[in-house]
């Protein structure tokens, strides 16, 4: 392979990572969106206190992969406990109040991290077998990377397998068409939405252990993947599982690639991409409410 | 009868004590005041759209920042700029930004609207930083010249000293609310409620739904340029912080805690939210942790916020005195 196709290759496969961790995190956003109907701001402080957690047990047990499965379980179980006593309770003010609701958990969780943490910079390390790279057709990858992508396709598989062949799956998309209706018909409706926040947030979970080893552990860690996410959101249309994936891709190539071609402009690109398609069609891709 | 002078004493303690403020509090403090004055005008500009016409924002903090760059850059770059007109600058370019983004936000409401608003907020931020040779990166803009106010040859009115400048913000951000409050109770500020209250049925009553979101939100911004013009002349330092989300959540923060809806509840929450800084500070770095808990606090048990919680209060001591009444009238 020549040069320039193997740095086309390069950029492609870190977009494609990037693309996938930003969908864990916004398929967890439109979920609870789709079925709750709340905006929850605090996604990406979830995000950032998995990883933290994430730091946590590898400090203490050494193994990353401990971490890979504790670090998200317990973040869900914060967002369940944020559902089931804070949101639940204000949901019937109405959808403002839980917006503001929101804000005022991720104020708490970007804070009590700081108090819990300190501000600076700590480093994952990923274990022996993900370290390094792998030679493929004459090409150079890192292994951590392709991990990435391979364990979203698998979340992602799963979740559509879940979503789309059971039983399960009928009944959350039952109740994110029309939940009241879902409630009527005998379904624990307060229960399932727990769940799906509790989903949700070990998406954002799962995604933020990703992260931790490539880009360290800092308070600011939430800042880009979480305008990203809300962007893939808005693009992708609320509540639309499809359009996230989508649109993450598009980011997370746009991304990569932007910074390969037109590096000054790369941080706004996504921006621009947005508004073009709210022009175009203000519920985005496959949106059908705002 | 009781009441109506009761109301003129509030007036008239609150006018004195603002007026006197400066004499007897020392520069610090008033300080403070002015930091405050700034943000519920801010906060009241929110409102008109949060509270009036029911549209949610989560880049308020745009119109502000663009208030205090047109400011800033005129001052610094336009030789002997009056002290007026650079306020005036400050208000057209919330207007130029307002009117550019109208056509796209005015269609939308509800989720799309707040998070179109983050969107483009951060858009103006990462913009910000990026555009260094007009806006200074991360440094910002500062040290530019502060004009005196006056007419030349006549008087003239030092802006740099902390007194004058704060009599200046007070009564411009006096009128400013003044002209926000007569904005509410005309039958513009009702077709503005009643959007809020039924979008659908306004439409068929025959007034237009979309431009008069539209004018409202160009007015917000207006109002909202305002305090960021002050906010630049106050600090001689625009940085790309005052675009930043905090500042977009800043009067969220004020305005649910002292009363969506009400004229005086984000006067409320910025007044509030300033003595709990103030206390705060002194024994935290941690201040957002505790608006933060405040918020939720807020949210959970009074959701209607100061003014509902005075609203309560009113309506306990009525209750009370009509019993007294009826007790009366029984015996």
Redesign the interface.
Known sequence: MDPTTAMYVAQGIHGLAYGMMLFLVASGLTLIFGMMGILNIAHTAFFMLSAYFCYQVVAMTGSFWLALLIAPVATALVGIIVERYFLRKVHAAGLLSELTLTIGVMFVIMELVKVFWGTENLTVTVPPLLQGLINVGGLEYSIYRLFIIAMSFVVLIFLAFILFKTRLGMVVRAAVSDADMVNVLGINVPFLFMGVFGVGTWLAGLAGVAIAPILTVFPGLADQMGMDAFIVVIVGGFGSLGGALLVSLISGFLSSYGVQFISQLAPVLMFIFMAIVLIIKPVGFFGERE | MMNRYLKWIVWIVIVASLVLCPIFCGMYFTNVVVTFAIFALFAVSYNLL?GFVGL?SFGHAMYFGAGAYATALALAHIEGCPLLLSLLIGILGSLALALLLIP?VA??????????H???S??LY??AL?LRNITGGEDGIGGFPIPSLGIPGVFSLDMTDFTTFYYFAMIVIGISLWVAWFITKTPFGQVMVSIRENTMRVGYMGFKVTHSKAVAYALSACFAGIAGSIYALFNDLVSADCLHIGYS?AP??MT?VGG?GTFLGPIFGSAIFAVIEEITVRYTE?V??V???I??VV??YF?YGFMGMIGLIKRKILEKQLAAAAAEGRS
Not at chain 2, 107 to 116: E, G
């Open positions: 949060l949610f796209i269609r939308l409401s509800h989720s799309a609207f707040a998070m179109i983050l969107a483009f951060m858009l990462v913009l990026k959540f969220i923060l649910m969506v941690r957002e942790l608006n933060g808990i918020l939720i949210i959970m959701p």
